[in-house]
T-cell receptor, first 114, second 115 residues
Framework: AQSVTQLDSQVPVFEEAPVELRCNYSSSVSVYLFWYVQYPNQGLQLLLK??????LVKGINGFEAEFNKSQTSFHLRKPSVHISDTAEYFC????????????FGTGTRLTIIP | KAGVTQTPRYLIKTRGQQVTLSCSPISGHRSVSWYQQTPGQGLQFLFEYFSETQRNKGNFPGRFSGRQFSNSRSEMNVSTLELGDSALYLC??????????????FGPGTRLTVT
């Protein structure tokens, strides 16, 4: 069984400052990792995914994440945040490619301070 | 291309009643998954349907059921509603098959309130 830990439930950041949202996972098999964003009253939107290959993954809206197998982490970063990045961010894991069952972390609420 | 649509968007029901939620996947997608989102438990996988068959199931009681039609549209049903069933129910669709382009696309959700 897999599990995902998002250590920070809330992260306040000043506008134009960098941000890192942390995600650690636990799995006994190969993993496929995802970051989703949820804006108020909306569903989830995929930011980026790691399936294989390069451990540095670039996604939409200027976000990137690095897969670190030894530390079982998949932290999300953005060098300069905007007010529009205010949302909840979820890290998720799947144990095989094509497994539709995603295991989600508890989410991190990112608040951008003007 | 139209996204995943869910109806209704909001629903208020009374304890003991039953409810049916509907999900229309993106055209061409054959896999439909359902998730429950609550403040206390977060996002939890309910079940997944592929080609009208339940292929995967989460850890929910039998009061939660679903089905998929030949056009890939899916419905989920909750019988004998409890207060704890109040949640945002999200549907997601994908092409399935495990390719490098794999991605689940989520709908806006149905907000169910049980009183």
């Amino acid at each position: 069984a897999q599990s995902v830990t998002q250590l920070d439930s809330q992260v306040p950041v000043f506008e134009e400052a960098p941000v890192e949202l942390r995600c650690n996972y636990s799995s006994s098999v190969s993993v496929y990792l995802f970051w989703y964003v949820q804006y108020p009253n909306q569903g989830l939107q995929l930011l980026l995914k790691y399936l294989s290959g390069s451990t540095l993954v670039k996604g939409i809206n200027g976000f990137e994440a690095e897969f670190n197998k030894s530390q079982t982490s998949f932290h999300l970063r953005k060098p300069s945040v905007h007010i529009s990045d205010t949302a909840e961010y979820f890290c998720a894991v799947s144990d095989y490619l094509g497994n539709e069952k995603l295991t989600f972390g508890t989410g991190t609420r990112l608040t951008i301070i003007p | 291309k139209a996204g995943v649509t869910q109806t209704p968007r909001y629903l208020i029901k009374t304890r003991g009643q039953q409810v049916t939620l509907s999900c229309s996947p993106i055209s061409g997608h054959r896999s439909v998954s359902w998730y429950q989102q609550t403040p206390g438990q977060g996002l939890q996988f309910l079940f997944e349907y592929f080609s009208e068959t339940q292929r995967n199931k989460g850890n929910f009681p039998g009061r939660f059921s679903g089905r998929q039609f030949s056009n890939s549209r899916s419905e989920m049903n909750v019988s004998t509603l409890e207060l704890g069933d109040s949640a945002l129910y999200l549907c997601a669709s994908s092409l399935a098959g495990g390719t490098a382009n794999y991605e689940q696309y989520f709908g806006p959700g149905t907000r169910l309130t049980v009183t």
